[in-house]
């Protein structure tokens, strides 16, 4: 999360970009109405760059991670 906080600061963009840190589910609606974008790294993107995966078990992640996941 440093890492992150630190680009935002280097793009300019520290007072538009908000870390949120673990929100409840049932707040979670509202923060997505509210947002101009969600950033959601690619499962695809995270493997190549050697991050260990840890992904839902539906058909679309199955698919694209095979055993490479947990």
Same mark, same amino acid.
């Given at each position: 999360?440093?890492?992150? *906080? *630190?680009?935002? &600061? ?10 949120? &840190?673990?929100?409840? #589910?049932?707040?979670?609606?509202? #923060? #997505?109405? &509210?947002?101009? %974008? ?16 840890? %992904?839902? #078990?539906?058909?679309?992640? *199955?698919?694209? +991670? %095979?055993?490479? +996941?947990?």
């Amino acid at each position: 999360m440093r890492g992150l *906080r *630190r680009l935002a &600061g280097e793009f300019q963009l520290g007072p538009r970009v908000r870390f949120l &840190g673990p929100v409840p #589910y049932r707040e979670i609606f509202s #923060y #997505y109405r &509210g947002a101009v %974008a969600l950033v959601f790294p690619s499962l695809l993107e995270a493997m190549l760059a050697g991050a260990p995966i840890v %992904a839902s #078990y539906i058909p679309t992640c *199955r698919e694209v +991670a %095979a055993d490479v +996941a947990l």
